[in-house]
């Protein structure tokens, strides 16, 4: 089983102090927040095309790295980072081949209910999952959509930069969608 393998693993690593590596403080070296996609490839790759080492950056993450409504926990973390954790500069990061690139939400939701939700749960929802679990049609209107809703924030304070990229996760080449200085 998964969990105890990790639990077997996990005290070999603190038995043999491998975690001191890793030690940093809670402020982000760099002093920026990376919003991003939670795509697998993207877990070491993305940091080290960035050059980026453990305490640099706040990563945020979620699903297409898409930003819809400026009230959301993806808002919410990035502002904490940026008044709580001191960073000073906000970088959104897709990805090409994304899977929320034409997102199939009807075929989602056959798959959750494949594994056992009924159709009225779903149509009981609080939000209509047909305008929730989107994706995007395009990469780069998707990170400009994101970059606009940060810098028309509310809270957001004058003069942090808000940049938007798009990273090949097969070879870590980023492409340049909006400067933000």
């Known amino acids: 089983m998964l969990l105890d393998e990790i639990l077997t693993y996990n005290e070999k690593f603190v038995e043999n102090k491998e ?4 030690e940093t403080d809670k402020f982000p070296n760099k002093r920026a927040v990376v919003f991003t996609c939670m795509d697998t490839r993207l877990v ?5 095309a960035l050059n980026l080492k453990n305490g640099d950056v706040k ?3 979620n699903a297409g790295a898409i930003l819809n409504d400026q009230y959301d926990s993806t808002m919410k973390s990035i502002l904490v980072a940026i008044y709580a954790l001191k960073a000073d500069e906000v970088f959104v990061i897709a990805h090409h081949r994304c899977g929320m690139n034409h997102f199939d939400t009807d ?3 056959e798959l959750v209910k494949d594994r056992g939700i009924d159709q009225q749960t779903i149509d009981n929802l609080e939000k209509d999952p047909k305008e929730w679990l989107t994706g995007f049609d395009d990469v780069n209107a998707s990170v400009e959509q994101s970059v606009d809703i940060i810098e028309n924030h509310p ?3 004058e003069g942090i930069p808000v940049h938007g990229l798009v990273i090949d996760p097969a070879t870590g080449k980023l492409d340049l969608v909006k400067k933000g200085y």
């Open 19 to 22: 975690y001191q590596v890793y």
């Open 44 to 48: 070491e790759l993305l940091p080290k």
């Open 59 to 61: 990563m945020v993450k």
């Open 107 to 109: 075929g989602f939701l």
């Open 155 to 157: 809270l957001l304070p």
